[in-house]
């Protein structure tokens, strides 16, 4: 079965409708730091990138005057909830196996426990890894949020992304080529 792409998630309406609401810059620099966590916590890259794209699809626009309102947003945020379903719905659209859109949807959904009660997680590793890498990204005061990224960066970051990813797993695979660096 053939792989989906980051790409073909990336073209998307529904990706390019929802993510670049929360931010595509963000979305694509969690994607990479996603891989790295990934390899370093023995995940599958793929998962872990996708997961990490699409890990704020669920925001809703809190804005007022222009500018992101933090107490809005505190106290009726439940965008990992709507993330994971959303992309879970995109995922299975795009003809991805049904058991990488679960794993992929729950790493969403635990990305952050900013809308969960007080209490531990126990993360699985791709969920550690999707999470770490947000934070990887994070900046005082949210302004992560608006950092931007032309239409032909974010294709080429996405394109070299996936080549890194297909030359991992062809890796493990066949033991043939050299893991992406
Ligand atoms: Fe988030
Ligand atoms: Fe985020």
Do not use: C
Not at 52 to 62: E, K, P, Q, S
Not at 74 to 100: M, Q, T, Y
Not at 151 to 169: G, H, V
Request: no cysteine; charged share 30%; proline share 4%.
């Amino acid at each position: 079965m053939e792989r989906i792409t980051l790409l073909e998630i990336y073209k998307h309406p529904i990706t390019q409708k929802y993510v670049k609401r929360s931010g595509l810059a963000h979305a694509i620099s969690t994607a990479y730091y996603a891989f790295d966590y990934a390899i370093q916590l023995n995940v599958n890259p793929d998962l872990a990138a996708k997961a990490a794209l699409l890990h704020d699809i669920g925001h809703y626009t809190w804005y007022k005057d222009g500018k992101w309102d933090y107490r809005l947003y505190k106290e009726n945020d439940i965008h990992p909830i709507k993330g994971a379903e959303r992309a879970h719905k995109l995922l299975i659209r795009l003809g991805e196996k049904p058991v990488f859109a679960k794993k992929i949807a729950l790493a969403i959904l635990f990305h952050t426990d900013s809308y969960l009660p007080e209490g531990e997680l126990h993360l699985d590793p791709l969920q550690k890894a999707v999470a770490l890498a947000d934070k990887a990204d994070e900046e005082p005061g949210g302004t992560h949020h608006y950092k931007t990224i032309s239409e032909s960066n974010a294709y080429e970051k996405l394109r070299l992304l996936d080549d890194k990813i297909e030359k991992f797993l062809t890796y493990e695979r066949t033991g043939k080529s050299q893991p992406a660096s």
